[in-house]
């Protein structure tokens, strides 16, 4: 009885071939074996930071100017930041240019598409990722342990460069504006400054609450010694006095006359001008106050500036590595000896159950 279609004969069929199965697997085994000693040794250095907040570079919370505290790590926004910067094409042209990499992958940088093989190459032996702690992981591997590290730490090094340099070029847009905005308000101050300094030497206005009480009191004064003097005069007329005390009073009386008449016409200036310039000194004193809100503003930005602020905050410097990370070579080794098991049993049974089929006239059939 044929077993061969079912696991009966499967089982039949492996004895029968048994060593022939075993070969395969030895040579197999012993092929793997040979193959990955031959591979290069990998080690991995990994380095862990987080993102920071920029809310650190917010000069009203970096100096104390509002209640709120500032956060230290950045969101979701920040970590993608923080990504696309590390998948930069500026990052890998940073390495391969720091650490020769050309030369490192025995790549000709004189051929055709050597920067995209070098890049490749580099991408082959990086990695970043977001951890489930929101952290940012990075590593790289190559064969020298100690460069492993020295490039993990440099490219993370460099990440924080490149963000920190987006956030400076952000402050230095900012700080430009105010520089400009400031400049304009000095040049419109200047103008309210000599429009107001016109204004008072056409108005003789200077201090609009003493000098409008100082010339009343001065108009009240002239009419009282006007009146008085005028009563004198025509009461020692009428009693027929001196005429030279009467005539010394009249000239009195014209003096006082002349002197209410310019009180008055100061005051009639002053009046007319006190107004307007009520309303150019409101306008000098807003523009002159803003200015120095914007002096104040502008000095914050730029002590923010100059002020070393992390894009990063690091959690674990990349070490040198002591185990290795590839390849695995017993792992490797096991499962090349399994598969070239299956495939061999595979075989054997699909050769075993066909071989006493007669091709020749199975195709000489199809053919008539």
């Known amino acids: 009885m044929e077993h061969k279609d079912n696991l009966l004969g499967v089982i039949e069929t492996?004895?029968?071939?048994?060593?022939?199965?075993?070969?395969?697997?030895?040579?197999t085994f012993i092929g793997a074996c040979i193959i990955v000693l031959l591979l290069p040794v990998y080690y991995k250095s990994t380095t862990v930071f987080y993102a920071a907040s920029p809310e650190m570079s917010y000069p009203e919370k970096l100096f104390g100017r509002t209640t709120e505290a500032a956060k230290v790590y950045g969101g979701e926004t920040d970590r993608d930041r923080i990504l696309s910067i590390a998948k930069s094409g500026e990052l890998t042209q940073f390495m391969v240019d720091s650490f020769h990499l050309y030369e490192h992958y025995d790549i000709n940088p004189n051929k055709r598409f050597a920067a995209y093989y070098v890049a490749e190459e580099f991408s082959d032996h990086f990695e970043v990722?977001?951890?489930?702690?929101?952290?940012i992981e990075l590593s790289?591997?190559?064969?020298?342990?100690?460069?492993?590290?020295?490039?993990?730490?440099?490219?993370?090094?460099h990440i924080a460069f490149l963000a920190q340099k987006l956030l400076k070029e952000s402050q230095e847009k900012i700080l430009n504006a105010l520089s400009s905005n400031i400049t304009d308000k000095e040049k419109q101050l200047d103008v309210l400054n000599d429009s107001m300094q016109a204004m008072r030497q056409r108005y003789g206005v200077y201090n609009t609450e003493a000098q409008s009480e100082g010339l009343s009191q001065l108009v009240i004064e002239a009419e009282s010694k006007l009146y008085n003097t005028e009563a004198k005069v025509e009461a020692l007329e009428a009693v027929k006095f001196k005429r030279d005390t009467i005539n010394l009073l009249k000239a009195s009386v014209k003096g006082y006359e002349n002197e209410l008449l310019r009180l008055n016409e100061r005051l009639q200036l002053f009046n007319s001008g006190m107004a307007k310039a009520e309303v150019m000194k409101e306008m000098q004193f807003r523009?002159?106050?803003?200015?120095?809100?914007?002096?104040?503003?502008?000095?914050?930005?730029?002590?923010?500036f100059n002020s070393d602020i992390p894009a990063i905050l690091l959690q674990e410097p990349g070490e040198v590595p002591i185990i290795k990370s590839r390849p695995r070579r017993g792992l490797i080794v096991v499962a090349a000896t399994l598969v070239a098991f299956v495939f061999s049993v595979i075989g054997i049974v699909v050769f075993d159950t066909y071989r006493d089929v007669e091709w020749t006239k199975i195709l000489h059939l199809k053919e008539r």
């Open 14 to 27: 492996i004895f029968k071939w048994k060593k022939i199965i075993l070969y395969t697997c030895l040579a």
């Open 129 to 135: 990722l977001k951890t489930k702690y929101d952290a």
């Open 140 to 157: 790289i591997e190559d064969t020298d342990k100690e460069l492993a590290a020295r490039m993990a730490n440099a490219a993370r090094d």
């Open 287 to 304: 523009a002159s106050t803003q200015l120095s809100a914007d002096k104040e503003l502008y000095k914050l930005y730029l002590a923010t």
